[in-house]
């Protein structure tokens, strides 16, 4: 059989002596290779000037616990110890002290080898200082970033996406928890069971849309006290996997405060409403008293006197009765007071002519006061058209109109009669209800303007507070 010739370059090292080869490979090898016996001296050294600066020469028959930091030096014992105990490779990290007297860090893999029958350690050494370094920046950091989160105002926590803790800030300064007794909890297990699922829904809905999201809800202390936080949650991304930042406050005091408000407040429109429901039994034991005085006279104008004071005080107790049925006593509506209060006042006549009342009244809200102004106004300019716009006539219509443009409010009583602008004549310009609405008028700000064709019609043009709501 015909044998292959080797390569040129396998036939050169075959010929290269095992020692040579061996001697080079050590020698340019980048990590320094050093042999000690079971009792720890150099009888190897490679090429130390290279890593340490020392000669090997200088090396050879000393300690290898020598050239290490005093403060490193049990450690570096204990592994080697170990390599010789075990037999098992062993890995450590240490400051190792070089010939000018400064010390560098380095990292030993040491294991148990046998030359001639006797046990030995081989280590291979390299320099770490620049993974070191990079490792004491990241640290500091670390350290820097703990120390903010540690004293910030807020708990500032990490968990899963199920809600499982895996970071806690220093707690105990704000729920009275280690940091390592909440470790590995769930966030949601120290809520109050009603406030839970509420916080489980935004959680879940946080994450699912990577939105940041806000609750306020109870949560247990470690001494067992309820207290109010105020929790902003995010979605952050670490070391690959999805996570949840959270940072809570305590506004225990705020929600004191509010719920002290809100009882202040409850507690004044209780008695607000008190005051209007004492106000309308008044005004309706009044209104019983001008009804039984107007009975009791027989001369007309007297009669009629108190007559139009009960309207006027009608249009108030409507109001008032309006407002203590209201669970809002700050606006109210203009449609639901001036509709049923015009069709009271239309029927009060009844007997004298029959009158359609038509009214189109704007779905908006105003205040009690301005509300209170617009009733009388309408009492009087409805009483009036009644009694003057329809003589020697068998029926009519009236309008009632209120119409918001922009800031302005529309307000308008029409006629299709014959004589109402004989009460809005000379005469009765200086009347005491026409007297009335233009003092009324003036009041909220109205300007009034009148017309007389085919009927008569009363514009008033009421500015609108900027508060007042469109419904």
């Given at each position: 059989?015909?044998t292959?010739?080797?390569?040129?370059?396998?036939?050169?090292?075959?010929a290269?002596?095992?020692g040579?080869?061996?001697?080079?490979?050590?020698?340019?090898?980048?990590?320094?290779?050093t042999l000690?016996?079971t009792?720890?001296?150099?009888?190897?050294a490679g090429k130390a000037?290279?890593?340490?600066?020392?000669?090997?020469?200088?090396?050879?028959?000393?300690s290898v616990f020598a050239?290490?930091h005093?403060?490193?030096r049990?450690g570096?014992?204990?592994r080697?110890?170990r390599?010789l105990?075990?037999g098992?490779p062993?890995t450590?990290e240490?400051?190792?002290r070089c010939?000018d007297?400064?010390?560098?860090?380095v990292?030993?893999?040491?294991?148990l080898i046998?030359?001639?029958?006797?046990?030995?350690?081989?280590c291979?050494?390299r320099?770490v200082?620049?993974?070191?370094?990079v490792?004491?920046?990241?640290?500091?950091?670390?350290?820097?970033?703990?120390?903010?989160?540690?004293?910030t105002f807020d708990l500032?926590?990490?968990t899963?996406?199920?809600?499982?803790l895996?970071f806690?800030?220093k707690?105990h300064e704000?729920?009275?928890y280690?940091p390592?007794?909440?470790?590995?909890?769930?966030?949601?297990?120290l809520?109050?069971p009603?406030h839970?699922e509420?916080?489980?829904r935004?959680?879940?809905?946080?994450?699912?849309?990577?939105?940041?999201?806000?609750?306020?809800?109870p949560?247990l202390?470690a001494d067992g006290a309820?207290i109010?936080?105020e929790t902003?949650?995010?979605?952050?991304?670490?070391?690959?996997e999805?996570?949840?930042?959270?940072?809570?406050?305590d506004?225990?005091?705020?929600k004191?405060?509010?719920q002290a408000d809100?009882q202040?407040?409850?507690?004044?429109?209780?008695l607000l409403?008190?005051?209007h429901?004492?106000v309308?039994?008044?005004?309706?034991?009044?209104?019983?008293?001008?009804?039984?005085q107007a009975e009791?006279?027989?001369?007309?104008?007297?009669?009629?006197a108190?007559q139009?004071?009960?309207?006027?005080?009608?249009?108030?107790?409507?109001?008032?009765d309006?407002?203590y049925?209201?669970e809002?006593?700050q606006r109210?509506s203009?449609?639901d007071?001036?509709?049923?209060l015009?069709e009271d006042?239309?029927s009060?006549?009844?007997d004298?002519v029959p009158?359609e009342?038509?009214t189109?009244?704007?779905?908006?809200e105003?205040?009690?006061?301005?509300?209170?102004?617009?009733?009388?106004?309408?009492?009087?300019?409805?009483?009036?058209?009644i009694k003057?716009?329809f003589e020697?006539m068998q029926?009519?219509?009236i309008?009632?109109a209120?119409?918001a443009?922009?800031?302005?409010?529309?307000?308008?009583?029409?006629d299709?009669?014959s004589?109402m602008?004989?009460?809005a004549?000379?005469e009765?310009?200086?009347?005491?209800g026409?007297?009335l609405?233009?003092?009324?008028?003036?009041?909220?700000?109205?300007t009034?303007g009148?017309?007389y064709?085919?009927?008569?019609?009363?514009?008033?043009?009421i500015p609108l507070?900027?508060n007042?709501?469109?419904?």
């Open positions: 059989m015909h292959p010739q080797a390569s040129g370059s396998s036939a050169n090292l075959t290269v002596d095992d040579s080869l061996l001697e080079a490979i050590v020698a340019n090898t980048l990590d320094f290779i000690a016996d009792r720890g001296r150099f009888v190897f000037h290279e890593l340490s600066g020392f000669q090997t020469e200088q090396l050879l028959g000393s050239v290490v005093p403060d490193d049990a570096v014992q204990e080697f110890e390599v105990e075990t098992e062993q450590v240490y400051r190792a010939a007297g400064t010390c560098g860090w990292e030993t893999v040491a294991r046998e030359l001639g029958g006797e046990p030995y350690v081989l291979n050494t320099n200082d620049d993974r070191k370094a490792e004491q920046r990241l640290h500091e950091s670390e350290a820097f970033l703990r120390s903010i989160v540690d004293n500032v926590v990490v899963r996406i199920d809600g499982t895996t806690v800030g707690s704000l729920i009275g280690d390592d007794e909440l470790l590995g909890k769930n966030a949601f297990d809520m109050q009603e839970r509420h916080a489980r935004l959680f879940e809905r946080m994450v699912a849309t990577r939105a940041p999201n806000r609750v306020e809800h949560y202390t309820w109010w936080l902003v949650g995010r979605v952050i991304e670490h070391h690959g999805i996570r949840v930042l959270l940072n809570s406050r506004i225990s005091e705020r004191r405060a509010e809100k202040r407040i409850e507690e004044q429109a209780t409403k008190e005051v429901h004492r309308k039994n008044n005004m309706s034991t009044i209104l019983s008293l001008l009804a039984l009791s006279l027989t001369e007309p104008a007297s009669v009629q108190l139009e004071a009960h309207g006027r005080l009608r249009a108030m107790q409507m109001l008032y309006n407002l049925r209201s809002n006593l109210m203009l449609r007071y001036l509709v049923p015009a006042i239309v009060v006549f009844a004298r009158v009342l038509e189109e009244i704007a779905e908006l105003l205040s009690p006061k301005k509300l209170s102004t617009l009733g009388i106004i309408t009492n009087e300019l409805l009483t009036n058209a003057h716009a020697g029926r009519g219509t309008r009632v209120a119409r443009h922009g800031d302005r409010l529309e307000f308008t009583v029409a299709d009669g004589g602008n004989a009460w004549d000379d009765h310009v200086t009347s005491f026409w007297s609405i233009r003092i009324l008028s003036n009041h909220i700000g109205a009034v009148t017309e064709t085919n009927g008569t019609r009363v514009v008033l043009d507070a900027q007042t709501h469109h419904l």
